[in-house]
């Protein structure tokens, strides 16, 4: 089975849906927690390198695509052709796809530390991060 373009549709969706998210991120206000420095710090230096390293998959993922020579090119959706993305830096497409796959691991490395910071809030520090998660309105006052 080519797996390649259901990777690519599913990833591009991801792209649309980070892009959303960070768009909402910078134009909402975000609510302010009576945490302690370090933890306040700890939890925006993860949140930074989540975003981060997801945006940097998406990006090695596409420079990392280059069409098989005498294969048909991989469609998104069944239909859209990917666009070529440009060589950059002298590096080769295979060159971005090893990276691509190395920034995966990383990006699961800093989920699990992400999951077990959550589990920590919820069950030591008991301090209402994880409610941050639920539906409905943060109990903590937004940022002016
Ligand atoms: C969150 C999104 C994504 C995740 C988690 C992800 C994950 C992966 C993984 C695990 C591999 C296999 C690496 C290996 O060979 O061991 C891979 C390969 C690849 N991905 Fe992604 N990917 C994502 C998004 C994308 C996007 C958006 C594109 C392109 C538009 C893309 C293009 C590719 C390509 C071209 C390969 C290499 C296939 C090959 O080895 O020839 N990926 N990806
Ligand atoms: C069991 C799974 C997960 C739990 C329980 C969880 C829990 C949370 C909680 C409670 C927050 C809010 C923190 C706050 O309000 O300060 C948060 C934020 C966040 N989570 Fe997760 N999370 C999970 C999975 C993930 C995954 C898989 C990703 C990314 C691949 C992720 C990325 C983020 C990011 C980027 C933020 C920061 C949002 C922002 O402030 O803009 N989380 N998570």
Redesign the pocket.
């Known amino acids: 089975m080519n797996w ?1 373009p259901l ?2 549709s ?3 969706t ?2 649309a849906m980070i892009l959303l998210r960070l768009f909402w991120r910078v134009f909402t206000k975000v609510p302010v927690r009576p945490l302690p420095r370090p933890v306040r710090f700890a939890g925006a230096l993860v949140h930074a390198c989540l975003y981060v390293t ?1 945006l940097a ?2 990006i090695t ?2 420079l ?3 069409p098989m020579p005498f294969m048909p090119p991989a469609r998104l959706f069944g239909s859209l052709p ?1 666009p070529l993305a440009p060589t950059m830096g002298g590096l080769s ?2 060159a971005f ?2 990276l ?2 190395k920034l ?1 691991w990383l ?1 699961l490395g800093l989920v699990g530390v992400h999951v077990l910071a959550a589990l920590a809030h919820a069950a030591l520090l008991r301090d209402g991060v994880m409610r941050g998660m639920s539906l409905g309105r943060p109990d903590v006052a937004p940022r002016e």
């Open positions: 390649l990777h690519m599913i990833g591009v991801v792209i997801i998959v998406l993922g596409w990392g695509y280059r990917v497409a295979r796809a090893v691509h796959a995966v990006l």
